[in-house]
């Protein structure tokens, strides 16, 4: 059976998407302590496959995610999954509002509640734990009037009782995770590209790139931009779009970009997330 690296502890949502993701496919899973760690655990063959967050529908892009595929391995991404976030406010029983004095969470869900915090709790301490499910496990074994936030079954799986549910800044609030591989993805029905690449820091380089992708009539779904780590002003932009390598058109669009780009990195096709794992 293939083992599957996701962020732990119990409790984390990138745990509720590997879940998703085993209810199709047969994995063991395999628990790890950051980001980096499932990354590398693929990169080094001590799991097959690993599961981690790539962007926020509120918050943008996993910079740890996208800063490792781009600088540090050559992995595949070969599938997604995309999972509403229902963000709680979560605390031990017998504390309230009013008693609490610290927050603990995750930045990404730090930032998706914002508004909630400085609205309903602006006197309080905020601190970042490297996920939701390690703040609700902190909270738990505390005796302080301490809150955590994070998704409710870290709230179940620890003891804690929800103060306050969806405390999301934004209704629609939703993750997309990739689940990365060495080996390339079988096509699906309807796939996705995904390239990173970098261009000369001239007039309309950026411009002349796209334009190859507009003028084939190829649908960009994302781009995101990140420091190239060389020096300032120069980046990388990673592009998702909709086909597959082995299309004519797309593998047309791919060999101009990668002959005319100063970087370019293949990150796989694979199946457009449709509610189910292809």
């Known amino acids: 059976m293939k083992r599957l690296g996701f962020l732990g502890p119990d409790g984390t949502f990138t745990q509720q998407a590997a879940l998703e993701y085993c209810r199709h496919k047969s994995r063991q899973m ?23 967050p790539i962007e926020n529908s509120i918050e943008g892009a996993v910079n740890a995610t996208m800063d490792m595929l781009a600088h540090e391995v050559d992995l595949f991404i070969v599938a997604e999954l995309v999972l509403p976030v229902h963000q709680c406010l979560m605390v031990r029983r017998g504390i309230d509002m009013g008693d609490i004095t610290d927050i603990f969470s995750h ?21 970042n734990v490297y996920s939701t499910a390690a703040a609700a496990k902190l909270v738990a074994e505390s ?16 003891g804690l009782s929800i103060l306050v549910s969806d405390i999301q800044d934004m209704p629609g609030n939703a993750t997309r995770f990739v689940v990365l591989s060495k080996e390339l993805a079988q ?8 390239i990173i690449f970098s261009v000369e820091d001239t007039p309309g380089s950026l411009y002349h790139t796209l ?14 931009s990140r420091p190239a780590k060389k020096m300032l002003g120069q980046y990388l932009f990673f592009v998702d779009l909709i086909g597959h390598s082995q ?32």
Not at 143 to 158: G, H
Not at 211 to 224: C, M, P, Q, S, Y
């Open 187 to 194: 096509p699906g029905l309807h796939n996705k590209t995904s």
């Open 143 to 158: 005796d302080k009037p301490w809150a955590a936030i994070a998704m409710p079954s870290a709230a179940q799986r620890w």
């Open 211 to 224: 334009k190859v992708f507009a003028d084939k009539g190829i649908n960009l779904t994302r781009i995101e």
């Open 30 to 52: 395999v628990e790890y302590a950051s980001i980096p760690d499932v990354i590398w655990a693929v990169a080094s063959d001590k799991v097959d496959e690993g599961l981690v």
């Open 247 to 278: 299309d004519d058109i797309v593998r047309e669009c791919l060999e101009i970009i990668s002959n005319n780009s100063s970087f370019y990195k293949y990150l796989g096709s694979y199946p457009v997330w449709e509610g189910t794992i292809a």
């Open 107 to 127: 930045p990404q869900a730090l930032a998706q509640c914002q508004h909630f915090i400085h609205s309903n709790m602006p006197d309080v301490n905020v601190h």
